[in-house]
């Protein structure tokens, strides 16, 4: 009986120590290697696919009919704001413009009669007003003479460069006819369209370079960010400014626009370290307390030895070997390397 009893002690014992059915036994800690990474200044940027523009583009037409009268300027030509273009004949204006003025002055005797004798009590008032109204009628006729002699003349309203030849002599041109086309290059326009995403990253005034198709490079200022989204493509137009003073750039040359925009800290990790969960989110596996945890992350930028990388804490230790054979709360055992430097 005794015996029994102490084989029973004994069977009861390794059952009490034995794991209980279905229970998992704790793994040994999987070796990694990992980098204590810390947040840096990173100096980001966003890259626009554009062209140049000219600043100001206009074709200088006529306001009224007549035969040219001046010798054509030839397509390059530089103008200034004022010169003139385009001048026609003036035909019969300048007698229509005198016939005006002396009716006029007649209408300004006949008014100033008109208030001396209703004053005197000789003419009704009703006289004097109609009298009135024959001046300013007659000054109206002066003023439209005055504006047809004006029109004759058609000149570059701003400073800028002839992209056609301006209207060959003897010609005729009807209201509406192209005198000459006029290009505006300085500032010369950097035009990109930016997507949904990316827009409200922009503001005036933020910095850009651009570099064009032909190897040229130019600096400039955002002026203008569009508020309406393109029907077609959903990117919003965006507009940048650069000095051109000797106008080396065309209008129409493709363009990579980088906008400077503000630092924030990120950090930069090997692009090997990446991993994804079973999501299918990307992320890092970091160390903590001895145990593995997924943290999902965001790429910014890109280098040749590496990504800068948005969601991580000031400071992580995150795993660069061996990330993808551990899961969330593994225990690992951790040997930590040297980080390379930021680029």
Excluded at 53 to 65: K, L, N, Y
Excluded at 78 to 105: H, I, K, N, Q, Y
Excluded at 233 to 261: H, K, Q, W
Excluded at 279 to 287: M, S
Aim: with cysteine; aromatic share 4%.
């Amino acid at each position: 009986m005794r015996k029994f009893f102490a084989l029973s002690s004994v069977a009861l014992a390794a059952l009490l120590a034995a794991p209980a059915a279905g229970a998992e036994v704790e793994r040994a800690p999987a070796r990694v290697v990992a980098v204590e990474s810390r947040a840096a200044p990173f100096e980001d940027r966003l890259v626009l696919r554009g062209r140049t523009e000219a600043d100001r583009r206009v074709e200088v037409r006529a306001q009224i009919a007549g035969l040219v009268v001046s010798e054509p300027l030839r397509a390059g030509a530089m103008v200034r704001a004022g010169d003139p273009l385009c001048a026609l004949d003036p035909g019969e204006r300048p007698a229509a413009l005198a016939e005006a003025e002396a009716t006029l002055r007649q209408a300004e005797l006949d008014f100033e009669a008109a208030v001396r004798l209703s004053e005197r009590g000789f003419a009704a008032e009703t006289e004097a007003l109609t009298r009135e109204a024959r001046r300013e009628a007659a000054r109206a006729q002066v003023n439209r003479a005055e504006i047809d002699m004006a029109r004759l003349t058609m000149t570059a309203p701003f400073d800028g460069v002839l992209e056609t030849d301006t209207a060959e002599l003897g010609a005729l041109l009807q209201p509406g006819a192209v005198c000459a086309e006029l290009v505006a290059l300085d500032p010369i326009a950097l035009v990109g369209f930016a997507s949904e995403r990316a827009v409200d990253r922009l503001a005036p005034g933020q910095p850009v370079t651009a570099r064009l198709s032909s190897g040229a490079t130019v600096k400039g200022a955002i002026r203008f960010v569009a508020r309406v989204a393109d029907a077609e493509t959903r990117t919003f137009r965006v507009e940048a400014a650069a000095p051109n003073p000797d106008l080396a750039v065309r209008d129409g040359v493709t363009a990579e626009i980088v906008v400077s925009l503000p630092p924030r800290d990120a950090h930069f990790l090997p692009q090997s370290a990446l991993t994804l969960d079973r999501d299918g989110r990307l992320g890092l596996r970091l160390a903590e307390d001895g145990r593995a945890r997924f943290q999902p992350v965001a790429i910014i930028s890109d280098a040749r030895d590496g990504v800068w990388l948005d969601g991580l804490p000031e400071v992580a230790t995150v795993i660069v070997v061996g990330q993808e054979f551990v899961d969330d709360g593994r225990a690992v055992t951790v040997e930590l390397i040297e980080q390379a430097p930021p680029p």
